[in-house]
Every structure is written in structure tokens, then in C-alpha cells.
């Protein structure tokens, strides 16, 4: 008798007991595409999730190669992500970067797997990314709090020169599409911006500078919300703020970023539920409005000025290093959330989180953002006890070692009972680890 017994798993019952919302408990196969801090931290979670069967990523990296399975693919070429989401019998596809979202990953999907649960806007929606300008005349039409703008091409460059002649500076000069996070100048000169602005639309940029905006200068703090949306209802995750400049004290050029903290002290419920009501809401519905098909995260690049929030940038997926202290701050689960989302029930869904402060520093090559080597083994990391080390710019080396492949190497995020404290835990890890020619920032989260 005993043998023909179903037995439930203990954790199948205990989700069922504490599920808000009825899901399928089929176990999902996953791939995400991407190969950086952020993905590794998504890999982690993801993992943890008891509706998580098998995971993959593309192409990954030496982090993600110990948890999931790596497949080194273009990801940019859709028949390849195709045929690897046919060959792994792929559930789920999570989008990392901008760059597919952009090009139309999921409108490709949408017409050749449209059973594919894919995690990420169409490539309208990915628009408020993909072109500054888009987004300063979506914010226009649905009157969301941003710089005011003037669009420049080299037919209008004339109008560029006399917003620069009339307004007083800094200005505000940025690129319209995907420009890496280098496409945003900021000049006091006149003189000096009329020049950059000729020679961005003269294509400092590529093609991505054909187009620029010239914005407002805005004179606030800065720090990052983040939403998962299914395009009706939203969920809120923890607020963070990321550092992306190089030099300690936000000196020097940009880079991805050199660190993050979640939560930010300075952004408390009163300005939430601005942000919410003034921002969030109204892009949302602003998305609705123009028929654009919006699942995935919208990344808000928000600025406070005199107590109120304006819109920097958008972007169509997680930041990173945001998404190193976010995930590790989420108590939710993120499947449940992406089943969620495809079934237009993401308002059953409480969101919750520690309420501890994470921070991450993350370790760069010498050299980043300019020119610096790549292949210097990695040693350490399996002493850190202290801290989440996430792997960016790592590959496996031929011995079995793990060697530095990019500017941003690792993301060591650690939990405290304030900043300081989880910052001083990162950089008592960082300590154990060692490879030539690394350089993080010590003052992660000083300005709070
Ligand atoms: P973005 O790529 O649009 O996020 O811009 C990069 C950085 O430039 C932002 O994180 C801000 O620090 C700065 N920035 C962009 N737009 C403005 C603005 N209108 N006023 C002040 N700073 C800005
Ligand atoms: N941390 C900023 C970004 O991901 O673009």
C-alpha cells in the first residue's frame, strides 16, 4: 500500500500554504540572456526558487557557469536564442540588456514561440530606452516630471546653439539611442557645448548621436525605482541608488557603475507615493494609452529637486549594479512574480523584502573605463564569508581557474544594519580577493 502512496513534497504543501495566488507548480525551465553582475544575481534568485527546473543563461559567465548552464550564443541573433529556447524546452526568457529589447527580442517571439513567457517590453515599449528623444516627448504627452528639451539634428543644429546662447548652463547633452552609458555630455561652456554638440551629430556616436537632446541641467540627488509590470498593474521593488562615476567622492569619468545601496534613506513614503502617483502610474497608463505591450521591468533614472522627483531616463530592464542590491533584498519570489505578470495578476502579489541596507562595491580592472587587460586569474573569492561576490567581467580559465574578462569584474554585496556597516563588509571581502591591477571605490553610499 505504502508504495502507491502519492507523496506531496513538503515544499510544495508549504507553498501552497503561503501562496497568495494560485499557480500552476509546473517546474519551470529558465534562460537569461546576458553575461553580467546582473545576471548572475538574477541566476542566484532564480535558482532559489522552488519553481525553478532547469537554468541557463546566455552567454554567462564564470559565476553563472557554477549554477546554471552557460551557452556562449549571440545574443543578438534570435534564430540562435530560438533554437536554444527549442533545444532546452525554455519556459521562461529573462532579458538582461537593453540591446535585444531594443532590436525586438519579444515581438520576435511573440510571432514564432508565442507560448514563450518572455521578461521584457516590446521593442515600442523598449523605445523609452532606446531613444531619448521618445522618451522626453512620451513624458511630454503624459505630463511626467523631467527636464524640459529641445531635439536637435544637424538640420535644426541652428535652434541647438540658440537654446545654448539663451540658457545658461551646464548643459545637458545626450545622444538619442544606445550609446553604452557614454552618450551623455555634461558642459558649463557654451562655446565648449556648441562644439560637442556639432560633433556628436556629426557622429561621435555612430548613429546614435544623429539625434540629440539638450536638456535642462537638474540639481537634485539622484536614485533608481524599480518596477515589474505586466502593462496593467505593477509591483514596486526596493528603491536603490547606484555610483557611476570612478573616483571616490563621484570624481572622474562615468562607468556602468562602481557600486550601489538599497534602500536609500533620503527617499521615504512621502516621496514614494509622489513617485508612484506623478511618475509610475502615469507611465503606465501612458504605455496603455499608446497600445504599446509592456512585461518586464521599467527602470526609472530619477532626480529629487526640492523635494520633488523628476524623471532622468528611462530604461527597459534592471540597472546594474542596482540589481545587486535589489534581488538580494527581495524575499519574494521571482517566478511566482514572472507567472504573475503573464497571467495580469500582479496586484495579488505582495511584494516583500529584508529591511536591512545592502551595498555592493564593485571591483573593476585598472584601467576601466578606458583601456585595461583582461585575463588576470581571480583569487580569493571562496574565503569570502561575509559577503554575495557576483560575478560581471569573469570567464573560466583553461586550468579550471577564474580569470578577469571585462571592466566591471565582481559586485561583492553585503547586508548591515546601516550603510556604513554593510559597506565596511564589502570591503572587508574585497580584501580576500585579489587580481592584478583591481580598483573599487571605498566610499560606496558616503553621500547618505
Ligand atoms: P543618463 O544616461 O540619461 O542616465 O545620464 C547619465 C547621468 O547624467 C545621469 O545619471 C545624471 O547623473 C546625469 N544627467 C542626465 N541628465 C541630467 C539632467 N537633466 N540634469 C542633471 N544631470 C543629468
Ligand atoms: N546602473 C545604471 C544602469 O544600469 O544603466
Known amino acids: 500500500m505504502i508504495e502507491s502512496k502519492i507523496i506531496?513534497?513538503?515544499?510544495?504543501?508549504?507553498?501552497?500554504?503561503?501562496?497568495?495566488?494560485?499557480?500552476?507548480?509546473?517546474?519551470?525551465?529558465?534562460?537569461?540572456?546576458?553575461?553580467?553582475?546582473?545576471?548572475?544575481?538574477?541566476?542566484?534568485?532564480?535558482?532559489?526558487?522552488?519553481?525553478?527546473?532547469?537554468?541557463?543563461?546566455?552567454?554567462?559567465?564564470?559565476?553563472?557557469?557554477?549554477?546554471?548552464?552557460?551557452?556562449?550564443?549571440?545574443?543578438?541573433?534570435?534564430?540562435?536564442?530560438?533554437?536554444?529556447?527549442?533545444?532546452?524546452?525554455?519556459?521562461?526568457?529573462?532579458?538582461?540588456?537593453?540591446?535585444?529589447l531594443v532590436e525586438g527580442i519579444c515581438d520576435?517571439?511573440?510571432?514564432?514561440?508565442?507560448?514563450?513567457?518572455?521578461?521584457?517590453?516590446?521593442?515600442?515599449?523598449?523605445?523609452?530606452?532606446?531613444?531619448?528623444?521618445?522618451?522626453?516627448?512620451?513624458?511630454?504627452?503624459?505630463?511626467?516630471?523631467t527636464a524640459a528639451y529641445v531635439e536637435i539634428n544637424i538640420n535644426n543644429i541652428e535652434d541647438g546653439y540658440r537654446y545654448i546662447e539663451e540658457n545658461a548652463g551646464p548643459y545637458v547633452l545626450k545622444a538619442d539611442g544606445l550609446a553604452a552609458g557614454k552618450g551623455v555630455l555634461i558642459i558649463s561652456d557654451g562655446q565648449e557645448a556648441k562644439d560637442s554638440l556639432k560633433k556628436m551629430l556629426n557622429g561621435q556616436f555612430g548613429a546614435a548621436s544623429k539625434k540629440v537632446v539638450i536638456e535642462e541641467f537638474l540639481d537634485g540627488v539622484e536614485f533608481s525605482v524599480f518596477v515589474l509590470t505586466d502593462g496593467q498593474y505593477y509591483s514596486l521593488l526596493p528603491i536603490a541608488k547606484d555610483y557611476k562615476r570612478i573616483g571616490e567622492g563621484d570624481k572622474g569619468p562615468n562607468t556602468g557603475g562602481m557600486g550601489a545601496v538599497s534602500p536609500v534613506p533620503f527617499v521615504d513614503d512621502e516621496l514614494?507615493?509622489?513617485?508612484?502617483?506623478?511618475?509610475?502610474?502615469?507611465?503606465?497608463?501612458?504605455?496603455?494609452?499608446?497600445?504599446?505591450?509592456?512585461?518586464?521591468?521599467?527602470f526609472f533614472g530619477l532626480i529629487k529637486v526640492n523635494d520633488e522627483p523628476y524623471v532622468i531616463e528611462y530604461n527597459c530592464r534592471m540597472g546594474d549594479p542596482e540589481t545587486e542590491v535589489v534581488l538580494p533584498r527581495l524575499q519574494s519570489d521571482l517566478i511566482e512574480l514572472f507567472e504573475a505578470l503573464r497571467d495580469q495578476k500582479l496586484y495579488e502579489i505582495s511584494i516583500s523584502k529584508k529591511e536591512e541596507f545592502a551595498t555592493t562595491v564593485v571591483m573593476v580592472s585598472g584601467g576601466y573605463p578606458g583601456s585595461y587587460n583582461k585575463g588576470y586569474p581571480i583569487t580569493g573569492i571562496e574565503q569570502v564569508t561575509e559577503s554575495m561576490v557576483y560575478q560581471a567581467g569573469t570567464i573560466k580559465s583553461d586550468d579550471g581557474g577564474i580569470i578577469t574578462n571585462g571592466g566591471r569584474v565582481l559586485a561583492v554585496t553585503s547586508f548591515g544594519k546601516d550603510i556604513q556597516e554593510s559597506v565596511n563588509k564589502s570591503l572587508y571581502s574585497i580584501d580576500r580577493i585579489d587580481f592584478e591591477q583591481k580598483n573599487y571605490r571605498k566610499d560606496i553610499g558616503f553621500d547618505l
Not at 17 to 24: A, E, F, G, I, K
Not at 110 to 123: A, F, N, R, T
Not at 273 to 296: A, C, D, H, W
Request: hydrophobic share 45%; with cysteine.
Open 8 to 100: 506531496i513534497p513538503i515544499w510544495i504543501v508549504f507553498n501552497r500554504l503561503t501562496l497568495p495566488y494560485n499557480y500552476s507548480y509546473t517546474l519551470m525551465n529558465v534562460l537569461i540572456l546576458g553575461g553580467g553582475g546582473r545576471e548572475h544575481a538574477f541566476a542566484i534568485k532564480i535558482q532559489e526558487s522552488t519553481l525553478c527546473n532547469n537554468l541557463h543563461v546566455a552567454p554567462g559567465n564564470a559565476g553563472t557557469a557554477q549554477i546554471a548552464k552557460n551557452h556562449s550564443i549571440d545574443i543578438l541573433d534570435f534564430e540562435a536564442v530560438k533554437a536554444l529556447v527549442n533545444s532546452e524546452s525554455i519556459d521562461i526568457l529573462l532579458v538582461g540588456p537593453e540591446a535585444p
Open 108 to 145: 520576435y517571439f511573440k510571432s514564432e514561440l508565442p507560448e514563450l513567457l518572455v521578461i521584457g517590453p516590446s521593442k515600442a515599449g523598449a523605445q523609452l530606452e532606446g531613444s531619448k528623444a521618445y522618451a522626453k516627448e512620451f513624458m511630454a504627452e503624459f505630463d511626467i516630471p
Open 272 to 298: 514614494i507615493s509622489e513617485v508612484k502617483k506623478k511618475i509610475i502610474i502615469p507611465t503606465i497608463s501612458g504605455l496603455q494609452k499608446r497600445n504599446i505591450n509592456y512585461q518586464g521591468f521599467i
